[in-house]
């Protein structure tokens, strides 16, 4: 069989490569024939045989997975889950790699993504949390409900950039009351229940001691139903409250170690007035307000209808706290990402009389696109003497790095935490203070 040249490469083609560096997204870049190749499933270093599965002639690159390993990485390790791997469920990229080196290659991405969109050359080190060895962490999964053949449901979890399902019975980076959950959502599927929906959410709180299974139908509609978590902060255990469908850190170790990296890199002063900025249900709104004090102020600002009344719940006690509801990019008077100036709707609306033209300290946690441009320059324009920036995405970091430092900020602490072990998600706490 003639292996194909590099501008001919198809889906289903099989070619031999040795594999380069780790690339942002779960994979690693390979060249065949000059053309780059985005393979899964491998590690720097080994020689493996890539299936295509993605791309053809004309396109830029192509992605695929090693389907065979020929010379394989000291790192590599058998995978703990039955259904990761080639063709398998998308939720683990990394499941064949050693937990350790799994935190060396998520380094390498954070060092080279602030590096290339930030400009900022770091020394990356990524930190465990408490688990046990990557797995039995996740406090959240939702599980899709699939039809067999149309009939019987089941439940699974998607494939990589796809829609069809694997069918799962647990998880290995469950928590184990998650684990339990998911194997009474299959059980019930089998016994034909689960009619009408397409998905099940299964949340352990840690406040509560029965695991919660939300069934999600049709368009989201789901009951709602509060849940009490439980996080320790440096005045002690604090009880918040959730819905089970709401955002909320998936690693059973996150809340506490978010906590106290943000307080930490905050370095609140009491009397202070600090923004929390896409609070969610105030994880960190809380410990900052209690940071800053009776004297200081608080506004935690978030959008999220199905988190708003929970945050002012989770906040009623601290006098000096202000929640204010909104999109951040609104009340601060900026074009939502991805609209010009001009475009229908896309003007910007006037900046809010809700949030105060100066801030001491601005924590800000946007979700995985980033604050962009915009809203980082009116975070500027607040003059604000540090500014800590909750990412989970390294790519959004270093984009939103670059309008920091032209702005006049530069990048002082960096701590990246092992949030999602066996996938390439990582978690990075970056404080930002006025340059010299
Ligand atoms: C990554 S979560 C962080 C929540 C919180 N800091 C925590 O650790 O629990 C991001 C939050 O931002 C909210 N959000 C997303 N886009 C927003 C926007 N444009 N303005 C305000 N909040 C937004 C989401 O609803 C979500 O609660």
């Known amino acids: 069989m003639t292996t194909p040249a590099g501008d001919e490469l198809a889906v289903g083609d099989e070619i031999e490569v040795v594999v380069g560096p780790v690339a942002h997204g779960g994979h690693c870049v390979a060249r065949h024939d000059g053309r780059v190749v985005f393979v899964r499933h491998t590690i720097p270093g080994e020689r493996v045989v890539v299936r295509i599965t993605e791309g053809g002639p004309g396109d830029r690159f192509v992605r695929g997975d090693a389907v065979e390993v020929l010379e394989a990485s000291e790192h590599r390790v058998p995978r703990r889950c039955p259904v990761s791997g080639p063709g398998g469920c998308g939720g683990c990229d990394l499941q064949h790699v050693s937990t350790e080196h799994q935190r060396t290659l998520k380094a390498q991405v954070v060092v080279e993504q602030l590096q290339r969109l930030g400009g900022v050359e770091r020394e990356v080190v990524v930190e465990p949390l408490g688990d046990t060895d990557g797995l039995a962490y996740r406090t959240r999964v939702e599980v899709a409900v ?33 684990d339990e959950g998911i194997a009474a959502a299959a059980q019930e599927a089998a016994e034909g229940g689960l009619e009408d929906a397409v998905a099940v959410d299964v949340v352990a709180a840690s406040g509560e001691e029965d695991v919660a299974l939300v069934e999600v139908g049709p368009q989201g509609r789901a009951q709602r139903i509060t849940l009490t978590e439980r996080v320790a902060t440096p005045t002690g255990e604090r009880e918040m409250s959730v819905d089970a469908r709401g955002f909320w850190q998936v690693h059973a170790d996150a809340p506490r170690a978010f906590v106290e990296a943000v307080l930490e890199a905050a370095q609140v002063q009491p009397g202070e007035r600090v923004l929390d900025l896409y609070s969610g249900v105030g994880l960190l709104s809380l410990p900052l307000a209690e940071a800053t004090g009776p004297e200081g102020q608080l506004l935690a600002v978030e959008s999220d209808p199905l988190a708003l009344d929970h945050l002012a719940e989770n906040l009623a006690e601290q006098r000096q706290a202000v929640v204010v509801p909104g999109r951040v990019d609104d009340l601060l008077g900026v074009p939502r990402q991805g609209r010009r100036r001009g475009q229908r709707g896309g003007r910007a609306p006037a900046r809010s009389q809700l949030l105060p033209p100066s801030a001491d300290v601005v924590v800000l946690d946007p979700p995985r696109t980033g604050a962009g441009r915009g809203v ?21 970091l270093g984009r939103d790095t670059a309008t920091l430092r032209a702005g006049g900020y530069e990048l002082d602490a960096l701590r990246s935490l092992d949030a999602f072990p066996m996938t390439h998600h990582v978690e990075c706490v970056a404080t930002f203070v006025p340059a010299g």
């Open 376 to 396: 980082v320059e009116a975070l500027l324009a607040m003059r604000p003497r540090r500014l800590v920036y909750v990412a989970c995405d390294p790519a959004a």
């Open 146 to 178: 699939g039809r067999e053949g149309g009939g019987t449901p089941f439940v699974g979890l998607r494939k990589h950039r796809s829609h069809d399902l694997v069918p799962i019975t647990g998880c290995p980076i469950a928590h184990p009351r998650v």
